[in-house]
C-alpha cells in the first residue's frame, strides 16, 4: 500500500461514513489536535527521566486512549458509539487524579501562576499541556455540533491538569526552582 493516495490534494479527506470532508472542518481539527497532542507525548515519553519513572508506561496508556479517541473523532455518525465501546472511563480519570494527587504532595503550594520553563523536559511537559487544552477546545467547538461523549472533555480536562503537575514534578526532580508570576 502507498502511503499516498492523492485523494487530499484538493483540501478534503474521508472519515468513517464520509467521504468528502474539508480538511479544516472541526472534527479533522479536533482529531488532528489529539494526534499532535499524542505525538508530543511520545517525545516527552523518550526522556531517560520519564523512561526511568513510572509516568513513562502510564504516558503509554495515557497515548493508547488519545489513540482510540482520535479514532472515535475521525467518525461521521457519534451516535453509533456505544457506551460499552468508550475506552475512556470514569476510571481513567479517577486514576489520573490519583496521580495529580500522588505528585502534588510532594510539590510546593501554588499561591501564584507558574511561569513555565526551567529545564527541558518540563518545558516540553507544559508544550503537551498546552496541546491538551488546545484539543479540548476543539472538542468543545465539535460538541456544540455533533453529539459527541461528555466524558471526552472531562478526561482532556483532566489530563491537561495531570500534565501541569506533572511538569512541575519533574522540575523539581531534576533539581531546578520553580518562577512565579506576581503580578505588575
Known amino acids: 500500500m502507498k502511503i499516498y493516495t492523492k485523494t487530499g490534494d484538493k483540501g478534503k479527506t474521508s472519515i468513517i461514513g464520509e467521504k468528502g470532508v474539508f480538511k479544516h472542518d472541526i472534527r479533522i481539527d479536533a482529531y488532528g489536535t489529539v494526534d499532535e ?6 517525545l516527552v515519553r523518550s526522556f531517560p527521566e520519564v523512561i526511568d519513572s513510572s509516568y ?3 504516558i503509554i496508556e495515557i497515548q493508547k486512549k488519545l489513540f482510540q479517541l482520535g479514532s472515535y473523532l475521525a467518525q461521521a455518525d457519534y451516535d453509533k458509539i456505544s457506551n460499552s ?7 481513567d480519570i479517577s486514576i489520573i487524579e490519583k496521580e495529580i494527587d500522588k505528585m502534588t504532595k510532594d510539590l510546593p503550594v501554588l499561591k501564584s501562576f507558574v511561569l513555565n520553563g526551567g529545564d527541558i523536559l518540563s518545558s516540553h511537559v507544559q508544550i503537551s499541556r498546552t496541546i491538551c487544552r488546545r484539543a479540548e477546545r476543539k472538542l468543545t467547538f465539535v460538541k456544540e455540533k455533533y453529539n459527541i461523549k461528555p466524558i471526552w472533555i472531562v478526561y482532556l480536562n483532566r489530563l491537561s491538569d495531570f500534565l501541569f503537575v506533572l511538569g512541575r514534578f519533574f522540575l523539581k526532580k531534576n533539581g531546578k526552582p520553580e518562577f512565579y508570576w506576581k503580578g505588575s
Request: overall charge neutral; charged content about 0%.
Open 37 to 42: 497532542l499524542n505525538s508530543y507525548l511520545g
Open 85 to 91: 465501546n468508550l475506552i475512556i472511563t470514569n476510571n
Open 56 to 58: 513513562g508506561l502510564f
